[in-house]
């Protein structure tokens, strides 16, 4: 099982560059999420999706963007990167059942540096 | 608004040595659900246990054990005989009932040593 696949691992960019971080889950979850990890931060929700067409705003969601046209895709894009965007992005999925409430399933993590 | 604290940034220990994690949550929600999930120095984050706001009975898992206070608004982790690969970054996080918005503390880095 491949389970929820992020690219690239690690990327450099300069300032004002965009890019995409890819994410792909394959089973079927309905809720996605993005989250970026900062030393002494913990874990801060950047943007989810509870299904496909559906977005919302995490608690840092200042210069990403989303979109979730697939079940199974859910990429972020930085637009006009920023050296306060170097930061380890981690990318999530769930099944929102009664069982599993709160159970994500993480990527491996992309580690982006931006000069 | 949620919040959760992890006021132990890091921690040491020898091996066999038992640990507690503290965590302390905010919250006005009476459903809620608690978590802990671990950060090996590998990178990828896992899923350990969680609790929901109605169920305070402690867990018990292996060397792991978990006690849910709602009468300080604890969730704390002990691991018990911590072994080397128990080394890791540990992440107390809570969720509102009905939502998948996790929030989570900033973490505790245990470093157990042989």
């Known amino acids: 099982n491949a389970g929820v696949t992020q690219t690239p691992k690690f990327q450099v960019l300069k300032t004002g560059q965009s890019m995409t971080l890819q994410c792909a889950q394959d089973m079927n979850h309905e809720y996605m999420s993005w989250y970026r990890q900062d030393p002494g931060m913990g874990l801060r929700l950047i943007h989810y999706?509870?299904?496909?067409?559906?977005?919302d705003q995490g608690e840092v969601p200042n210069g990403y963007n989303v979109s979730r046209s697939t079940t199974e895709d859910f990429p972020l894009r930085l637009l006009s990167a920023a050296p306060s965007q170097t930061s380890v992005y981690f990318c999530?999925?769930?099944?929102?059942?009664?069982?599993?409430?709160?159970?994500?399933?993480f990527g491996e993590g992309s580690r982006l540096t931006v000069l | 608004a949620q919040k959760v604290t992890q006021a132990q940034t890091e921690i040491s220990v020898v091996e066999k040595e038992d640990v507690t994690l503290d965590c302390v949550y905010e919250t006005r929600d009476t459903t809620y659900y608690l978590f802990w999930y671990k950060q090996p120095p590998s990178g990828e984050l896992v899923f350990l246990i969680r609790?929901?706001?109605?169920?305070?009975q402690n867990e018990i898992s292996g060397r792991y054990s978990w006690n849910f206070q709602k009468s300080t608004s604890s969730f704390n982790f002990t691991i018990t005989a911590s072994q080397v690969v128990d080394s890791a970054v540990y992440f107390c996080a809570l969720i509102r009932g009905g939502s998948e918005k996790l929030v989570f503390g900033k973490g505790t880095k245990l470093t157990v040593n042989p």
């Open positions: 999706s509870v299904g496909a067409g559906i977005t």
């Open positions: 999530a999925s769930s099944y929102p059942g009664q069982g599993a409430v709160g159970e994500l399933f």
């Open positions: 609790r929901n706001s109605f169920d305070e």
